[in-house]
């Protein structure tokens, strides 16, 4: 298989189905951001942390890749097999962050990222995250999206906070809370 194609070096590139659109088109847009947070994901999992974790999170990255083909298939397409995101997986996030909130310190402020490089790499992943999510809404207000993908995004977001805070207990730093100046 050839990496390069030459398709796309006039700023258009195929969905899956062969619909040719702009390279800045909001589906583009959104399954690359996708993209961009599955790396993050694998910078997290590359970091020294718990099997567990780790597991959860090749997981996690599995769902991203069906996200993504989701995202990459134009509405109403029947003619591609593309993979779906079920209830299950939302409810793979939930459990996981509840059982991780069972061992944190009761949130009362929020908190300020960092304290530990693997720490800032999940609020960044969550962040990416969000990103995802808001183009992913956008999307949804222009073509049809599966309301299942903004909530699995939306869960992922949640449960990358708690892995941060459950990091910061993991490797015995500090969590600074914010304080504002009133």
């Given amino acids: 298989m050839k990496i390069y194609t030459k398709t796309g070096d ?3 590139t195929s969905l899956f189905g062969g619909k040719r659109v702009p390279k800045h088109d909001v589906r583009i847009e959104a399954y690359g951001t996708v993209d961009e ?14 099997k567990e974790s780790i597991d959860i999170l090749i997981e996690i990255q599995d769902r991203l890749f069906t996200v993504g083909s ?21 409810i793979l996030l939930e459990n996981e962050i509840d059982k991780m909130n069972e061992h944190l310190p009761e949130m009362r402020s929020f908190v300020l990222p960092g304290g530990h490089t693997t720490v800032s790499y999940c609020h960044i992943t969550r962040c990416v995250c969000r990103r995802a999510e ?3 809404s956008h999307l949804s207000e222009i073509e049809e999206v599966e309301v299942i993908v903004l909530q699995y995004l939306n869960r992922l ?22 304080k504002p100046r009133m």
């Fill in 70 to 90: 989701i995202l990459a298939t134009e509405p109403g397409n029947t003619k591609v097999k593309v993979p779906q995101i079920n209830e299950e997986d939302i």
């Fill in 134 to 136: 808001r183009i992913v």
């Fill in 157 to 178: 977001s949640d449960y990358l906070f708690v892995l941060a805070r459950k990091i910061v207990v993991d490797k015995a730093v500090d969590e600074v809370l914010w």
């Fill in 37 to 50: 947070l599955n790396s993050y994901i694998g910078l997290i999992r590359d970091q020294e942390i718990d």
């Fill in 10 to 12: 006039k700023g258009q």
